[in-house]
Structure formats: structure tokens, C-alpha cells
């Protein structure tokens, strides 16, 4: 009797289904992907030998949800199977052909939304191997691509009430999402004090985890220069101006502190951690987990370990531990990595500097607030017009913060409405 494997299953299946293609019977092409997804999902979970993910490749951080032919087939097959990050990208970029041909742009969004959220999860689980920060620029870029493809097949008034309002909203939480991950990557290298402290925003940073590598990177010998830069822009960093002498505590940004978890990221190379880098299960899944550390026997000698370095993890080591990093040291390693992880021109620019960061932030918030306007969810719509305003404050635009401010008077006025020149 043949032995079943995927890869066999995955030929036949698929065969059928570009028949049922070419027959212009998507409905049903759609169904033969769908069940090649829930197999190749209950495969690729059962416990064996351990499976290179992929992931690995320049470009791959940009995410291939709506482009079925980003890679030859052949060139992401392992064994018996499919590399897993290339392969569920292209089920799904399949699925979305057919949705888009079936004119279901809704359901293109409703799937994929749920299709990044479960996707960034697995790339949370081979986080300390991939690129670093690998899992928030893929959000992006993922985001992204389903916003601008579904905004261009969908058309307004086709479809009943109850499903526009709800498209709408899926648009709006697409925005969302990406923003919280951009918001993330310009605070680890040093935007943070650009990043206005309200409710909302804490509320999504506080609970988002840090970046995980297997080791925080290393700051290039060559870079004095910007770390005194940022030095500087750390010290520059002034206060919030407290109007009628009201006094608040400032609200987070970070779960943790960034200086003790790179920093503790640095040291995990040490003789009690050795384990921690190589154990591709310890993880952390957007906030529902905690890091499981392999303990060893005390050892009464500690070895020098020396290794290659990725861009998730460290350069040639002298020595299991390294001095401690400064903040100014932490923002400029995690930006040199950040560039050789990112591979979108655009969205590297939108980092390289404040007003760029904070004209892409302008973009997806607005973004984001003008689908929950036309979505049912009009109180999110509202609360970031008030994002969108404190950046225009913060500038001396007081009659566009005005605007904005007057739709959530109750949160803004005493404080900041007021001293707006009014006419």
C-alpha cells in the first residue's frame, strides 16, 4: 500500500481545483482550499521531528497574502510537505483570488483579519529565528495589502446595509492593527516621546508585547555617532506642559521597561539561560503567555560561547555576558536591525525619521477613524480623531486640533480645548 503524504494529497486536490477554476466554478475550486487548509493546518501541527518554518529569505517580510506566485512551489517544499511560512501564505492568496472572483471583497477582509491574527501567532512561536521584529513588519505589510485590495474590488450600495457597515469596520480594524505595530517599531528606536500618552494608545502598547530574539541585537562598531544622537534626543525630550497646574501621571507605553528586557535579552546567553536561546517553544503569544526557561545544573566553569551572527541574534562574543546596554545603545541596535529586516522601501522611510513616523501615523489613524465612521463602531472613530488632533496641537494647528477635539469635548476640553485661539 503507498504511503499518504501531503505533498501527493496537495497535487490531486489542487488539480481539482484549477479544474473547477478553468469550469468557472470558483465556489467550489474555493472548497477544495479550504480543506487543503484545515489538512495541511492538522499536519503541520502533529508532533515529529522538528520542520525549518521559512521565513528566512530577503523579501519575506513583507507578507504574500494576495500573491499566490511570490515563490515556485518547488522551492518551499520540505519532505513530505511545505515550508510553513511560504504555504499557508499561498492557500490563502489562493482563497482571496477566488473571493475577489466571486466578487466577496467582505469576505476577503473577514478571512484575512483573522488570517493575520492566527498567522502572527506562529511566527510568535519561531520568533527567536526569524528576523527580528519579523512579526510586526509582517502585520504591517499584511495589513496593508488587504486594506488596498479589498477598498479597490468592493463597491458601495451593492451589498445589504448590515454587511457594508461591518465591511467598514473590518477596514477600520485592519488600519488599527497595523498602527499598533508601527506604533511599536518607532517606540524600540527611540520615537517614543513622539508617541502622544492617551488612553487608547496606552491601552494597545501597554498589553503588546516586546519583540522576542533569541538575543537583543548588538549596536555596530561604527555607530558612535548616532548613539550620541540619540543621547541627545533622549535629553531633549521635554515634558508635556500641565495646563491650570493639573498634574497626571503619565500613562505607559511599554508593557515592561525596554532597558531591563534588552538588556535581560543580552544576557540570555549567560550559563544559566544557554537553553533559552536555542528552545524554539519558549514563547510569548500576544500577551497570553510567559517566557519557560530550561533550567541547567550549575556548571563550575562557564564557557566562552562564540557564534555567527543573524539578525535576530548577536555577533561573535568574547564572553557569556556583555555590559549592560544604554538606552541610546538599545534604540540604535534595534534600528540597524530594523533595516536589514525590512525590505519595503516606503516603510523603512516612514521610520527613518520623526516626521515621516508621524506622517505615516497620521495616515493609518486617519484611516482607521474614517471606516469607523462609516462602521458601526463610531465611538473608536471618535477616540482617534482625538490621536489625530494631539498631533496637530502638538504642532500649533489649534483650528484642526479644534475641530477634532469638539468631537470628544468631554475627554479634551478642560484641558487642551481651552487654550486653542478660538474665533
Known sequence: MPIWNFCNFFILKESL??????????EDSLREYDELELCYLETVNMTGKQKDFGGMDHGDDQAAVLNPGNKPLTQIVQDDSFREFEFRQYLFACQAKLLFKLNRPF????????????????????????????????????CLALINATASHYSDGIVATDI??????????????????????????????????????????????WPKPAVWPLVPPDASSEVLEKEKMILQATPRVKHFGIQ?????????????????????????????????????????????????????????????????????????????????????????????????????????????????????????????????????????????????????????AAKSYEKNVRRYLMIKLATCPLA
Not at 488570517?115 to 510586526?136: D, G, Q, V, W, Y
Not at 511599536?184 to 508585547?209: C, F, H, Q, T, V
Request: proline share 4%.
Open 17 to 26: 481545483a484549477f479544474m473547477f477554476e478553468m469550469a468557472h466554478l470558483h
Open 107 to 142: 469576505e476577503v477582509a473577514s478571512r484575512g483579519y483573522s488570517f493575520i491574527i492566527s498567522f502572527s501567532k506562529a511566527l510568535a512561536l519561531h520568533e527567536n529565528t526569524l528576523p527580528f521584529c519579523m512579526r510586526e513588519v509582517w502585520v504591517i505589510t499584511g
Open 164 to 209: 457594508e457597515k461591518e465591511f467598514y469596520r473590518l477596514q477600520g480594524d485592519l488600519y488599527s492593527l497595523g498602527r499598533i505595530k508601527f506604533m511599536r517599531l518607532a517606540y524600540i528606536i527611540g520615537y517614543g516621546s513622539d508617541i502622544e500618552r492617551s488612553p487608547a494608545n496606552s491601552a494597545s502598547l501597554s498589553m503588546l508585547p
Open 248 to 400: 497626571r501621571k503619565p500613562l505607559p507605553l511599554e508593557p515592561s521597561v525596554l532597558l531591563r528586557e534588552a538588556n535581560r535579552r543580552r544576557a540570555s546567553l549567560s550559563a544559566g539561560n544557554v537553553f533559552e536561546m536555542f528552545d524554539g517553544r519558549s514563547v510569548f503569544v500576544d500577551g497570553s503567555g510567559s517566557d519557560v526557561s530550561l533550567r541547567m545544573s550549575p556548571s563550575p566553569k562557564v564557557n566562552v560561547i562564540s557564534m555567527s551572527r543573524t539578525n535576530s541574534s548577536p555577533g561573535t562574543f568574547e564572553s557569556s555576558i556583555d555590559r549592560p546596554m544604554r538606552l541610546s545603545e538599545i534604540y540604535v541596535a534595534a534600528e540597524h536591525a530594523l533595516q536589514k529586516t525590512i525590505s519595503d522601501p516606503d516603510l523603512w522611510k516612514s521610520l527613518s525619521s520623526v516626521k515621516e513616523f508621524e506622517q505615516k501615523y497620521l495616515e493609518l489613524s486617519k484611516g482607521a477613524a474614517d471606516n469607523y465612521h462609516h462602521s458601526w463602531w463610531k465611538r473608536h472613530g471618535v477616540v482617534l480623531d482625538g490621536e489625530i488632533a494631539a498631533v496637530c496641537y502638538k504642532h500649533g494647528n489649534y483650528d484642526l
